[in-house]
C-alpha cells in the first residue's frame, strides 16, 4: 500500500534537494547583527534596549507587546549600534536593533551542554510561560507566536498533534536535516507538547523523500512512549497545515475555521526543536537551520544561523558569486519572496536562501489561457484559479466570493502549472485583497 | 542588479508550446501509416493543411488583429494536421485551403484566438468542407500498400460505409458489397482500409496516445470513456440482435473514432476543465456517435457528436464545478 497523502490536487515540482546530505555547518558570526523586532504576525515587540547598550548572546531586546506578539532576543554578544528603521527583505523600512558584534559571550542562564535532558519536570502552564519568555513562533513561515497555538480555547479538545517534517518546497532541506542531527531533541519536544496539550501520542509527519531522517527518527522513537512516526507520499504542498491534517487524519478544516476545531494542533519540527531548547535548556530563539542553496551557488550548504546575519554574509559563504545573481528568495521557490536587498537579515522564519542565476530570474511572459484545467487539478482546495484570474481581470469581487478565492492558501501550485504561464497566484492575492478590503 | 518577482519562482516545463510539440509528435505514426497506405498524396494533403493553417493564423494576427502572431505555440500546425486527418488522400489542393480558412479564421480567431473557440477548429472545417463537397468529401482512394506514388483514381467504401448502405438496404448495396468486404481485424488495425487518411490505423494512432499519456498532455479519462460508451452500447444492440450489423470491435476500429476519441474530444478549449465533466462530456460523445452511424443518413458520426458536445460545455462545466476543500462533504 502506498502512503497516505491529501486528496485534492498538488503536483511535484522538480525537489533540487541538493543539500539533503550536507550536515548543518556552523555559520559563525556576522560583524554586524540586524535584528528586526517583528520577525512573527502580530505587533511588533517593545523595544527595550537603546544605543550604546551592552547586550549577550539571548539578552532581551524587545519584548511582547500583547498576545499577538512575540520576545526577541539577541543572537550576538556586542554593542548596540543603533536602534532603527533599515530596509528589509521586502524592501520596507522595518524597525531593527543593529549589534555590533564582540566575541561570542552568552547568557549564564542558557545550558549549552549537548546532553539530552528527557525528564520533563515542568508543568504545562510553566511550559507554555517557558515558550512565551523563548520568544517561540511558528518557524515553518507561518510566524504564528507558538504560546498561542498551544493554549487551547475553552471547550476544544485536541486529539491529533502532528508535527510537519514535510519540507515539500523544492531545494530547501533545513527541516531535513535537522531532524536527522536533533532527532531526539524533536522527539522530546513532541513529549512536551504531548503533556501540554493533555494528549498520549504525537505524530511526526515525514514524507518518503528523506530516508536518513525516517530511519533516525524511527530508531529513537522507539525508545520513547507517545511519538510515531508516519511517512507520508511526497507531494507539493504537503507541509501546508490544513493538507497535513487531511492528509494525516482524512479530516478537513471547515472553510474559514481552525485546526483546533477538528481537534489537530501541526507544529513544524523546527519550532518542536526550538521548544525542546527553551523549556529543557532554557535556550531563546536567536538561530535556525537555514538553507542555502539555488543555481548560483556554488557550494550550497545547511547552516546554523544566528538571526541578524545578513544574507550576504551566507552568500560569501556558499561562494556565491554576487555579479551572477539575478534573484535572492527568502524561503521556497514556490511561496518564497524575492528579496530587494543583498544584506537583508535572517529571521526566525527564514527557512532558505536561494541564489538564481540571472536568467532563471525573469518571470516568463503571460500568454492566452489555453482551458488545460491542469490549474483546477492541481489546486489543493479545489479552487479553478483560471476563473479566479478571468474575474480579477472583470474587477468582478461579488463573483469572486462565490469562487471561494478567501480559501486560497496561496501554495502557487497553480501557477507553478500553467503552460500559458498566467501568474494565477498574483490574480488570487489581488483577489483576496480586493475582496477583504470591499467587506 | 538584483530582480524581484512574485512568487512561484518555478515553473512546470509544460508550457503551451512544449504541449502542441508533443501532440504534433503523437500525431506523426498516423501521418506515417498514412503515407504507407495511400501514398505520397497523403503527404501533399497534410503539408497543404498546415502550411495554410499556420499562415492564415499569421496573417489574421498580423493584418486583422494587428496583434503579434501567436503562430509560434504551435496550435496551427496542430490544427492542420487533425484537419488534414479528415480528409480523404485525394482531395484537392484548393478544397483544403478553403477547409483551412474555415477552421482557422471562423473555427478559431473569430472566437479570440486560442483557448476561446467553442468548436474544435479542425472539425468545423471538416464539417464545411462536408457539407459543401459531399462528394469528394466521401470518395475513398483504395489503400495500396508503399504504393506511393498512388495517382489511381480508383474509390471505395469505408467500413461504415458498407454498413450503413446494409443497413439501409439500399440499392446502392451492389455497388459497395456485403458484410464479407468488411476488412478484418487485422487489416483495421494497421489501417488497411479505406477512410480519411489520418483515422485508419488504429495501431499508429494509439502509439500516439501512449506518448500524450507519457507526456502527461492529456488523461486517459476521455477516450476511454468515450470509446467504452461506443463499445458498450453497440455491444448490448449487438447482443440483442439485428439491431445493428457488427460487432463492437469492427465499431471501435472503424471510422474516426480512436482519432476522434484521442486527439479531438481531448482539445483542452473546447472540453470541460474538471475530471468529472470530462467524463460526462466523453460519454456523451460516444451515446451521440452511436446514434448517428446507426440512425442518422451519415455513415459516421464522430465529427459531428464531438462538436455537439462541444456546445454542452459550458453547461457540463457549470454542472461540474469541483468541491471546494473545507466544504460540504458528506
Ligand atoms: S495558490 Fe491558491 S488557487 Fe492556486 S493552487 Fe494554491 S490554493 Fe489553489
Ligand atoms: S492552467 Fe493556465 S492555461 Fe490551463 S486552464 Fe488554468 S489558467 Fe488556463
Same mark, same amino acid.
Given at each position: 500500500?502506498?502512503n497516505?497523502?491529501?486528496?485534492?490536487?498538488?503536483?511535484?515540482?522538480?525537489?533540487?534537494?541538493?543539500?539533503?546530505?550536507k550536515?548543518?555547518?556552523?555559520?559563525?558570526?556576522p560583524?554586524?547583527?540586524?535584528?528586526?523586532?517583528?520577525?512573527?504576525?502580530?505587533?511588533?515587540?517593545k523595544?527595550?534596549v537603546?544605543k550604546?547598550?551592552?547586550?549577550?548572546?539571548?539578552?532581551?531586546l524587545?519584548?511582547?507587546?500583547?498576545?499577538?506578539?512575540?520576545?526577541?532576543?539577541?543572537?550576538v554578544?556586542?554593542?548596540v549600534?543603533?536602534?532603527?528603521?533599515?530596509?528589509?527583505?521586502?524592501?520596507?523600512?522595518?524597525?531593527?536593533?543593529?549589534?555590533?558584534?564582540?566575541?561570542?559571550?552568552?547568557?549564564?542562564?542558557?545550558?549549552?551542554?549537548?546532553?539530552i535532558?528527557?525528564?520533563?519536570?515542568?508543568s504545562?502552564e510553566?511550559?507554555?510561560?517557558?515558550?512565551?519568555?523563548?520568544?517561540?513562533?511558528?518557524?515553518?513561515?507561518?510566524?504564528?507566536?507558538?504560546?498561542?497555538?498551544?493554549?487551547?480555547?475553552?471547550?476544544?479538545?485536541?486529539? !491529533?498533534?502532528?508535527?510537519?517534517?514535510?519540507?515539500?518546497?523544492? !531545494?530547501?532541506?533545513?527541516?531535513?536535516?535537522?531532524?536527522?542531527?536533533?532527532?531526539?531533541q524533536?522527539?522530546?519536544?513532541a513529549?512536551?507538547?504531548?503533556?501540554?496539550?493533555?494528549?498520549?501520542?504525537?505524530?511526526?509527519?515525514?514524507?518518503?523523500?528523506?530516508?536518513?531522517?525516517?530511519?533516525?527518527?524511527?530508531?529513537i522513537?522507539?525508545?520513547?512512549?507517545?511519538?510515531?512516526?508516519?511517512?507520508?507520499?511526497?507531494? !507539493?504542498?504537503q507541509?501546508?497545515?490544513?493538507q497535513?491534517?487531511?492528509?494525516?487524519?482524512?479530516?478537513?478544516?471547515?472553510?474559514?475555521?481552525?485546526?483546533?476545531?477538528?481537534?489537530?494542533?501541526?507544529q513544524?519540527?523546527?519550532?518542536?526543536?526550538?521548544?525542546?531548547?527553551?523549556?529543557?535548556?532554557?535556550?531563546?530563539?536567536?538561530?535556525?537551520?537555514?538553507?542555502?542553496?539555488?543555481d548560483a551557488?556554488?557550494?550550497?550548504?545547511?547552516?546554523?544561523?544566528?538571526?541578524?546575519?545578513?544574507?550576504?554574509?551566507?552568500?560569501?559563504?556558499?561562494?556565491?558569486?554576487?555579479?551572477?545573481?539575478?534573484?535572492?528568495?527568502?524561503?521556497?521557490?514556490?511561496?518564497?519572496?524575492?528579496a530587494?536587498?543583498?544584506?537583508?537579515?535572517?529571521?526566525?522564519?527564514?527557512?532558505?536562501?536561494?541564489?538564481?542565476k540571472?536568467?532563471?530570474?525573469?518571470?516568463?511572459?503571460?500568454?492566452?489561457?489555453?482551458?488545460?484545467?491542469?490549474?483546477?487539478?492541481?489546486?489543493?482546495?479545489g479552487?479553478?484559479?483560471?476563473?479566479?484570474?478571468?474575474?480579477?481581470r472583470?474587477g468582478?469581487?461579488?463573483?469572486?466570493k462565490?469562487?471561494?478565492?478567501?480559501?486560497?492558501?496561496?501554495?502557487?501550485?497553480?501557477?507553478?502549472?500553467?503552460?500559458?504561464?498566467?501568474?494565477?497566484?498574483?490574480?488570487?492575492?489581488?483577489?483576496?485583497y480586493?475582496?477583504?478590503?470591499?467587506? | #542588479?538584483l530582480?524581484?518577482?512574485?512568487?512561484?519562482?518555478?515553473?512546470s516545463?509544460?508550457?503551451?508550446?512544449?504541449?502542441?510539440?508533443?501532440?504534433?509528435?503523437?500525431?506523426?505514426?498516423?501521418?506515417?501509416?498514412?503515407?504507407?497506405?495511400?501514398?505520397?498524396?497523403?503527404?501533399?494533403?497534410?503539408?497543404?493543411?498546415?502550411a495554410?493553417?499556420?499562415?492564415?493564423?499569421?496573417?489574421t494576427?498580423?493584418?486583422?488583429?494587428?496583434?503579434?502572431?501567436?503562430?509560434g505555440?504551435?496550435?496551427?500546425?496542430?490544427?492542420? /494536421?487533425?484537419?488534414?486527418?479528415?480528409?480523404?488522400?485525394?482531395?484537392?489542393?484548393w #478544397?483544403? /485551403?478553403i477547409?483551412?480558412?474555415?477552421?482557422?479564421?471562423?473555427?478559431? #480567431?473569430?472566437?479570440g484566438?486560442i483557448?476561446?473557440?467553442?468548436?474544435?477548429p479542425?472539425l468545423?472545417?471538416?464539417?464545411?468542407?462536408?457539407?459543401?463537397?459531399?462528394?469528394?468529401?466521401?470518395?475513398?482512394?483504395?489503400?495500396?500498400?508503399?504504393?506511393? /506514388?498512388?495517382?489511381?483514381?480508383?474509390?471505395?467504401?469505408?467500413?461504415?460505409g458498407?454498413?450503413?448502405?446494409?443497413?439501409?438496404?439500399?440499392?446502392?448495396?451492389?455497388l459497395?458489397?456485403?458484410?464479407?468486404?468488411?476488412?478484418?481485424?487485422?487489416?483495421?488495425?494497421?489501417?488497411?482500409?479505406?477512410?480519411?487518411?489520418?483515422?485508419?490505423?488504429?495501431?499508429?494512432l494509439?502509439?500516439?496516445?501512449?506518448?500524450?499519456?507519457?507526456?502527461?498532455?492529456?488523461?486517459?479519462?476521455?477516450?476511454?470513456?468515450?470509446?467504452?460508451?461506443?463499445?458498450?452500447i453497440?455491444?448490448?444492440?449487438?447482443?440483442?440482435?439485428?439491431?445493428?450489423?457488427?460487432?463492437?470491435?469492427?465499431?471501435?476500429?472503424?471510422?474516426?473514432?480512436?482519432?476522434?476519441?484521442?486527439? #479531438?474530444?481531448?482539445?483542452?478549449?473546447?472540453?470541460?476543465?474538471?475530471?468529472?465533466?470530462?467524463?460526462?462530456?466523453?460519454?456523451?460523445c460516444?451515446?451521440?456517435?452511436?446514434?448517428?452511424?446507426?440512425?442518422?443518413?451519415?455513415?459516421?458520426?464522430?465529427?459531428?457528436?464531438?462538436?455537439?458536445?462541444?456546445?454542452?460545455?459550458?453547461?457540463?462545466?457549470?454542472?461540474?464545478?469541483?468541491?471546494?476543500f473545507?466544504?460540504?462533504?458528506?
Amino acid at each position: 500500500m502506498s502512503n497516505k497523502t491529501f486528496h485534492i490536487g498538488g503536483i511535484h515540482p522538480d525537489k533540487h534537494k541538493i543539500t539533503t546530505n550536507k550536515p548543518i555547518e556552523d555559520a559563525g558570526l556576522p560583524e554586524i547583527a540586524y535584528i528586526p523586532v517583528k520577525q512573527h504576525i502580530g505587533s511588533p515587540a517593545k523595544i527595550l534596549v537603546s544605543k550604546g547598550d551592552k547586550v549577550k548572546v539571548g539578552t532581551l531586546l524587545a519584548d511582547a507587546d500583547g498576545i499577538v506578539s512575540a520576545d526577541v532576543h539577541s543572537s550576538v554578544s556586542g554593542e548596540v549600534l543603533k536602534v532603527e528603521e533599515i530596509e528589509g527583505e521586502f524592501g520596507y523600512l522595518e524597525q531593527m536593533i543593529t549589534v555590533k558584534v564582540e566575541g561570542d559571550e552568552w547568557e549564564e542562564s542558557i545550558d549549552r551542554s549537548p546532553d539530552i535532558i528527557k525528564e520533563i519536570t515542568l508543568s504545562p502552564e510553566e511550559i507554555i510561560a517557558k515558550i512565551r519568555e523563548a520568544g517561540i513562533v511558528g518557524m515553518g513561515g507561518a510566524g504564528y507566536p507558538t504560546p498561542i497555538k498551544t493554549t487551547i480555547p475553552e471547550g476544544k479538545k485536541v486529539e !491529533y498533534l502532528i508535527i510537519n517534517g514535510i519540507e515539500c518546497e523544492p !531545494y530547501l532541506t533545513a527541516d531535513d536535516r535537522l531532524m536527522v542531527e536533533k532527532a531526539e531533541q524533536i522527539i522530546v519536544g513532541a513529549k512536551i507538547l504531548n503533556k501540554v496539550l493533555g494528549i498520549q501520542n504525537a505524530i511526526i509527519a515525514v514524507d518518503e523523500n528523506k530516508p536518513n531522517a525516517i530511519e533516525v527518527l524511527r530508531k529513537i522513537t522507539r525508545s520513547y512512549v507517545g511519538v510515531n512516526v508516519q511517512v507520508m507520499q511526497t507531494k !507539493y504542498p504537503q507541509g501546508a497545515e490544513k493538507q497535513l491534517i487531511e492528509a494525516v487524519t482524512g479530516r478537513e478544516v471547515p472553510s474559514g475555521k481552525l485546526p483546533v476545531d477538528v481537534g489537530c494542533i501541526v507544529q513544524n519540527v523546527g519550532t518542536v526543536n526550538a521548544i525542546y531548547e527553551a523549556v529543557q535548556k532554557n535556550k531563546p530563539l536567536f538561530e535556525r537551520v537555514v538553507t542555502v542553496s539555488g543555481d548560483a551557488a556554488e557550494n550550497p550548504s545547511n547552516f546554523m544561523v544566528r538571526v541578524g546575519t545578513p544574507a550576504s554574509y551566507l552568500i560569501n559563504k556558499v561562494h556565491g558569486n554576487p555579479a551572477e545573481i539575478g534573484k535572492i528568495i527568502f524561503g521556497g521557490p514556490m511561496m518564497g519572496t524575492s528579496a530587494v536587498n543583498i544584506n537583508a537579515p535572517i529571521t526566525k522564519l527564514s527557512s532558505g536562501i536561494l541564489l538564481f542565476k540571472d536568467d532563471h530570474s525573469f518571470k516568463p511572459e503571460e500568454t492566452a489561457c489555453i482551458r488545460c484545467g491542469k490549474c483546477v487539478d492541481a489546486c489543493p482546495v479545489g479552487l479553478r484559479p483560471f476563473a479566479i484570474a478571468s474575474q480579477v481581470r472583470d474587477g468582478d469581487y461579488h463573483e469572486m466570493k462565490q469562487l471561494h478565492v478567501l480559501d486560497c492558501i496561496e501554495c502557487g501550485s497553480c501557477a507553478y502549472i500553467c503552460p500559458a504561464r498566467i501568474p494565477l497566484l498574483d490574480y488570487c492575492k489581488l483577489g483576496k485583497y480586493e475582496l477583504k478590503k470591499s467587506k | #542588479m538584483l530582480k524581484i518577482s512574485t512568487a512561484p519562482h518555478m515553473n512546470s516545463p509544460q508550457d503551451t508550446r512544449s504541449i502542441m510539440r508533443d501532440v504534433v509528435i503523437a500525431l506523426m505514426p498516423a501521418l506515417v501509416a498514412a503515407v504507407l497506405i495511400f501514398g505520397l498524396n497523403a503527404l501533399t494533403v497534410v503539408l497543404t493543411a498546415v502550411a495554410a493553417c499556420v499562415a492564415f493564423e499569421y496573417l489574421t494576427c498580423r493584418y486583422l488583429l494587428k496583434s503579434t502572431p501567436t503562430t509560434g505555440n504551435l496550435s496551427a500546425v496542430v490544427t492542420g /494536421l487533425l484537419l488534414a486527418y479528415n480528409l480523404p488522400s485525394n482531395m484537392p489542393i484548393w #478544397m483544403i /485551403l478553403i477547409g483551412s480558412f474555415v477552421a482557422i479564421v471562423i473555427g478559431k #480567431m473569430a472566437f479570440g484566438g486560442i483557448g476561446k473557440n467553442v468548436f474544435n477548429p479542425a472539425l468545423v472545417g471538416r464539417v464545411f468542407l462536408f457539407i459543401s463537397f459531399p462528394v469528394q468529401m466521401t470518395s475513398w482512394p483504395k489503400p495500396d500498400f508503399l504504393n506511393f /506514388l498512388n495517382t489511381d483514381v480508383e474509390t471505395g467504401a469505408t467500413t461504415l460505409g458498407i454498413l450503413k448502405h446494409i443497413d439501409a438496404e439500399s440499392s446502392a448495396t451492389k455497388l459497395v458489397g456485403g458484410l464479407e468486404n468488411l476488412p478484418d481485424y487485422g487489416q483495421m488495425f494497421l489501417g488497411y482500409t479505406g477512410g480519411c487518411l489520418g483515422e485508419v490505423s488504429a495501431l499508429a494512432l494509439l502509439i500516439g496516445f501512449a506518448y500524450l499519456l507519457w507526456r502527461r498532455v492529456i488523461g486517459w479519462h476521455i477516450p476511454f470513456y468515450y470509446i467504452s460508451t461506443v463499445f458498450l452500447i453497440t455491444g448490448i444492440m449487438w447482443l440483442n440482435g439485428g439491431n445493428i450489423q457488427v460487432e463492437p470491435i469492427t465499431q471501435i476500429l472503424s471510422g474516426g473514432l480512436l482519432l476522434g476519441a484521442i486527439f #479531438m474530444a481531448t482539445d483542452y478549449a473546447t472540453t470541460p476543465m474538471s475530471r468529472k465533466g470530462q467524463i460526462v462530456f466523453a460519454i456523451g460523445c460516444g451515446i451521440l456517435t452511436v446514434i448517428i452511424r446507426r440512425w442518422s443518413v451519415y455513415p459516421e458520426g464522430v465529427s459531428f457528436a464531438i462538436l455537439i458536445m462541444n456546445a454542452f460545455v459550458p453547461l457540463i462545466d457549470y454542472f461540474t464545478i469541483p468541491r471546494v476543500f473545507g466544504t460540504g462533504r458528506k
